[in-house]
């Protein structure tokens, strides 16, 4: 059994490379693709970009099916959804950000004015 | 410089250890720590989380300021804004799974009305 942190140790290794969030990006605008098309735009060799899928699949963040000669990859974005929580937490950072920069202008605008 | 397909790489790497996000969700609830004060509850000695700080630090998602002889260590989420832009764009295959689920079933619905 992977565990929550394992899966997410996972899914951050299998996006740092960017061959592979290419290829990720790829699939999220189009339904399946084969392995040869998917290679396609790539400069490194299939046996390289296959190792990718490997790592990717091993994630959990493709499948994969055969018919006949052709390997059809889809995309299977469940585990960049827990990748997507837990980098949520921070988003209170950079949304609030605003509101807290007027807030700490307010605080040192009221603490200029008692000093007076 | 540093490309935004380089920072994207460093901050997944930098992400993929649990004892480095376990530092980055305490410097989200603590306002700075000290390396004495992030490092105790880790099993690990204390080069050893050093080294997890330079990474975290080389991605750009901590600083470090040193007074006397203590260092504090600040959240520096911005890169991780970055991280979460580039996963938001599979946000609809989960946050839309019903209605795509919906459409679906309406479309086979039709294909039999058609055969029909």
């Given amino acids: 059994m992977v565990n929550y942190q394992q899966r997410l140790g996972r899914t951050f290794a299998a996006l740092v490379d960017p061959t592979r969030r290419a290829i990720l990006a790829r ?3 189009e339904d399946g693709a084969s392995v040869t098309e998917l290679a396609a735009p790539f400069a490194i060799k299939l046996p390289a970009v ?10 959990g963040l493709i499948t994969r099916s055969k018919r006949g000669r052709t390997v059809t990859v889809r995309l ?10 837990w980098l949520r937490r921070y988003e209170r950072f ?8 007027a807030a700490y202008a307010e605080s040192k605008e009221a603490e200029a004015r008692k000093r007076r």
């Avoid at 296959?50 to 994630?59: E, N, R, S, T």
């Avoid at 299977?76 to 929580?85: G, K, V």
């Avoid at 949304?95 to 920069?101: E, K």
């Fill in 50 to 59: 296959m190792k990718h899928l490997d790592v990717l699949d091993d994630a």
């Fill in 94 to 101: 950079w949304s609030g950000s605003l509101d807290r920069l």
């Fill in 76 to 85: 299977s974005p469940e585990p960049m959804r827990e990748a997507m929580n």
């Fill in 27 to 29: 699939l999220e605008r």
